[in-house]
Nanobody, 121 residues
Framework: QVQLVESWGGLVQAGDSLRLSCAAS????????MGWFRQAPGKEREFVAC????????IYADSMKGRFRISRDVAKNTVELEINSLKPEDTANYYC????WGSGAAEYVVWGQGAQVTVSS
């Protein structure tokens, strides 16, 4: 079974950049598509981006294009999300997910525990 562990979260300043990392383990993890979602307090979980198993194909939510970048290290079984020019509205719990494709959270079968990111103005 695939397991996901996010690392890094924390308090950052508006305008900063940060990189979230998700380490995947388990049988067949190298063939699994991966995605990032986020959930702000009082809001529904929101799709950020996904990347296919080889790291070649990506999809971004329209609102995330430009400041967000998803990447994958196939050899290390990690998926990263880089966020640039952080804004207070980026404050959320960021989740790594596996086994799905696209923006539907219900399609993803494995989830990480989440990494809280707080952006101060």
């Amino acid at each position: 079974q695939v397991q996901l562990v996010e690392s890094w979260g924390g308090l950052v300043q508006a305008g900063d950049s940060l990189r979230l990392s998700c380490a995947a383990s388990g049988r067949g993890v190298q063939y699994v598509n991966m995605g990032w979602f986020r959930q702000a307090p009082g809001k529904e979980r929101e799709f950020v981006a996904c990347i296919n198993w080889s790291g070649v194909t990506t999809i971004y939510a329209d609102s995330m294009k430009g400041r967000f970048r998803i990447s994958r290290d196939v050899a290390k079984n990690t998926v990263e999300l880089e966020i640039n020019s952080l804004k207070p509205e980026d404050t959320a719990n960021y989740y790594c997910a596996a086994g799905g494709w696209g923006s539907g959270a219900a399609e993803y079968v494995v989830w990480g525990q989440g990494a809280q990111v707080t952006v101060s103005s």
